[in-house]
T-cell receptor
Framework: DSGVTQTPKHLITATGQRVTLRCSPR?????VYWYQQSLDQGLQFLIQ???????AKGNILERFSAQQFPDLHSELNLSSLELGDSALYFC?????????????FGPGTRLTVT | AQRVTQPEKLLSVFKGAPVELKCNYS??????LFWYVQYSRQRLQLLLR??SRESIKGFTADLNKGETSFHLKKPFAQEEDSAMYYC?????????????FGKGTRLSVIA
């Protein structure tokens, strides 16, 4: 167990809807990363927060947004969902701001858009 | 731009045979390379990083800057090595550089 928790485990929703995925980092970790894993694209970095501030952006769509709260948990909001958004969404945490720190991954949230 | 390429989607080997999972990278600065592994029904976790020069579960990986490669090797594969392996890169001393992952290679060790 990495200490990173994600809820919910599974989410099934319809196209056009909006969902929120939640991540709690390991105790003491200030960075939270969000990744999307799909069969054809592999593991794609979406966005990183460090101590409440956005620090890096990857291939994140404009329909997606995230935030990190004062207690360091993070939420990823996905709106106007499309079939292609079906994927496994991971969050990871690390103690530092740089990608050189080991990242600890959560179990993922499997999103199915029908 | 940072890029990591894992040319094999699937690699099947027999138990006891040597394993080499290929990873090539593209980065203009000084990279730090990692291998992450995801066993069935488990989380993605760090297997090893080049800077520590460790051997974990019998796996080693050497950074070859000339060939821009960081191949993962094990002399004798075990069934429990079957998993998804991801090579990842971060720019060392580059401030805030997120980890860039390859698309992964699924290793299947056949008994």
């Amino acid at each position: 167990d990495s200490g990173v928790t994600q809820t919910p485990k599974h989410l099934i929703t319809a196209t056009g809807q909006r969902v929120t995925l939640r991540c709690s980092p390991r105790s003491g970790d200030l960075s939270v990363y969000w990744y999307q894993q799909s069969l054809d694209q592999g593991l794609q970095f979406l966005i990183q927060y460090y101590n409440g501030e956005e620090r890096a952006k990857g291939n994140i769509l404009e329909r997606f947004s995230a935030q990190q709260f004062p207690d360091l948990h993070s939420e990823l909001n996905l709106s106007s969902l499309e079939l292609g958004d079906s994927a496994l969404y991971f969050c990871a945490s690390s103690v530092g701001i740089s990608g050189t720190y080991e990242q600890y991954f959560g179990p993922g949230t499997r999103l199915t858009v029908t | 731009a940072q890029r990591v390429t894992q040319p094999e989607k699937l690699l099947s080997v027999f138990k006891g045979a040597p394993v080499e999972l290929k990873c090539n990278y593209s980065y203009s600065g000084s990279p730090e390379l990692f291998w992450y592994v995801q066993y069935s029904r488990q989380r993605l976790q760090l297997l090893l990083r080049h800077i520590s020069r460790e051997s974990i579960k019998g796996f080693t990986a050497d950074l070859n800057k000339g060939e821009t490669s960081f191949h993962l090797k094990k002399p004798f594969a075990q069934e429990e090595d079957s998993a998804m392996y991801y090579c990842a890169l971060s720019g060392r001393h580059s401030g805030n550089t997120p980890l860039v992952f390859g698309k992964g290679t699924r290793l299947s060790v056949i008994a």
